[in-house]
């Protein structure tokens, strides 16, 4: 297995120069935490969403919706991968 670069690129945000990072070295409980909180966020802006009846139900504001949703679950995701393989490099050390 190969081991993690110090500093990854988040993959949500496409730039030559990357400005978010995740530290693949944090302690998996404070990536675990970062990823729950912004999955979280999704669900509860959802939610939130699907039980108003007086929300503009736009085209352009679901597309910023989508947008917002997205960002947040790509980054979760990503922080999701990063404790996944330091799980599986503990578990094979």
């Known amino acids: 297995m190969t081991t993690l670069n110090r500093y990854m690129p988040i ?20 990536l675990h935490d970062a990823a729950a909180y912004r999955i979280r966020a ?4 959802l939610e939130n969403f699907a ?3 007086d929300a503009p139900k736009g ?3 679901l597309q910023e919706l989508s947008l917002v949703c997205s960002i947040l679950l790509r980054d979760g995701c990503d922080l999701i991968d990063v404790t ?4 599986q490099e503990q578990v094979l050390q």
């Open 11 to 30: 993959t949500g945000h496409d730039c030559n120069i990357p400005s978010l990072l995740i530290d693949t070295q944090a302690p998996i409980d404070v």
């Open 42 to 45: 999704v669900t509860q802006l």
């Open 51 to 53: 039980i108003c009846d």
């Open 59 to 61: 085209a352009v504001v």
């Open 84 to 87: 996944t393989r330091r799980m």
